[in-house]
């Protein structure tokens, strides 16, 4: 996001991402926040630099209990400048979408990252620049970007 100039883009396609004290914390009564300030200052920086931030999430229905905290918390993204919208997976069925979550900076270089079956982190990442992998990527992002509900307009 340091390097980025233009944009910022992110795809998540996962119902649950551990380890995850927030969540933790909100299954047990707690406000289910944390400390998100290196993330915070990331994007405003970002934003300050003229970079569009976009997050984009693909969710099941009826939502799990992951994704109503996720969507409680999602106001610090949105106060940092993140535009964040979400779609649900039955209107997502018939496009062609990558099969791991991702960022895309710039629409140039796409990161890949991975999860195992529990949610887990695969250590590690993937990326690729390659023009015609990269465009469909973009076209990818963008068509899920057209049908989601921005967040405010999102009930869980």
């Known amino acids: 996001m340091a390097r980025a100039t233009r944009s910022a883009v992110h795809l998540e396609m996962r119902d649950l991402y551990l380890p995850s004290p927030g969540f933790d914390d909100w299954k047990a009564g707690g406000d289910g926040r944390t400390d998100r300030s290196p993330w915070i200052t990331a994007v405003q920086d970002a934003v300050g630099r003229g970079v569009k931030v976009r997050r984009a999430r693909v969710v099941s229905e009826p ?11 999602t106001d610090v993204n949105l106060k ?27 629409q140039r ?17 993937e990326y690729t ?10 076209a990818a992002f963008e068509q899920v970007w057209e049908r989601a509900t921005p967040h405010e307009d999102f009930a869980v």
């Open 129 to 138: 620049s390659d023009p015609r992998h990269v465009a469909q990527i973009v």
């Open 109 to 125: 270089v796409v990161l890949y990252n991975f999860n195992d079956g529990d949610g887990q982190h695969v250590p590690g990442y």
């Open 80 to 106: 940092a400048g993140e535009d964040v919208r979400w779609l649900p997976r039955r209107r997502a069925f018939d496009l062609m979408l990558p099969g791991a979550d991702l960022w895309m900076f710039d």
């Open 63 to 73: 939502v799990s209990d992951y994704t109503r905290w996720l969507h409680m918390v």
